[in-house]
C-alpha cells in the first residue's frame, strides 16, 4: 500500500500529469494499481480484482474517458513506477483476463502516435 501511495504522489509531480486532470488519472491509476504485482511479474497471474479493473478501465475508455487520455495517464504512471512492468504481461493480462485492452499500456508508449482502437463490449 505505502509503495502505491508512494507512486501515486510521483505522478501527481510529473509535469506531463499538470496537462490531465488528476482526479481522472487518479481513477486510472487507482484501477490499474490492482495489476501492477502482475505487470511487474510478481505473481503468475491477474488477481480478479485487477481483470475487474482491466473491465472497468475498457468500459471508461469506451463511454467517459476515450482510450487515449487513459493511455496518456498510464503512461505517466509507468514513468514513475518503482518497478518496472514485463512488456510480455501485458499481453498475458489481456489473455489471463479475458479481455482486450481499448488503451495501451507500456513503460515507453508514446499515445499520441499510438493507434488507439476501443475494445467492443463483451457479451
Not at 484501477?31 to 510478481?42: N, P
Not at 467517459?64 to 501485458?90: K, Q, S, Y
Request: aromatic share 6%; glycine share 4%.
Amino acid at each position: 500500500m505505502v509503495r502505491i501511495v508512494g507512486f501515486l504522489i510521483l505522478v501527481v509531480s510529473g509535469q506531463a500529469m499538470a496537462q490531465l486532470n488528476f482526479d481522472s488519472c487518479k481513477i486510472i491509476s487507482d484501477k490499474l494499481s490492482h495489476c501492477l504485482d502482475f505487470l511487474a511479474g510478481s505473481y503468475c497471474k491477474p488477481s480478479n480484482q485487477c481483470c475487474q479493473s482491466i473491465y472497468d478501465l475498457n468500459a471508461i475508455a469506451r463511454v467517459v474517458m476515450g482510450p487515449r487520455f487513459i493511455c496518456h495517464c498510464i503512461e505517466n504512471v509507468a514513468r514513475v513506477l518503482p518497478t518496472r512492468i514485463i512488456p510480455d504481461r501485458i499481453g498475458d493480462l489481456t489473455v489471463k483476463c479475458n479481455t482486450h485492452n481499448s488503451f495501451a499500456i507500456s513503460e515507453y508508449m508514446d499515445c499520441n502516435r499510438e493507434p488507439i482502437q476501443i475494445d467492443p463490449p463483451h457479451d
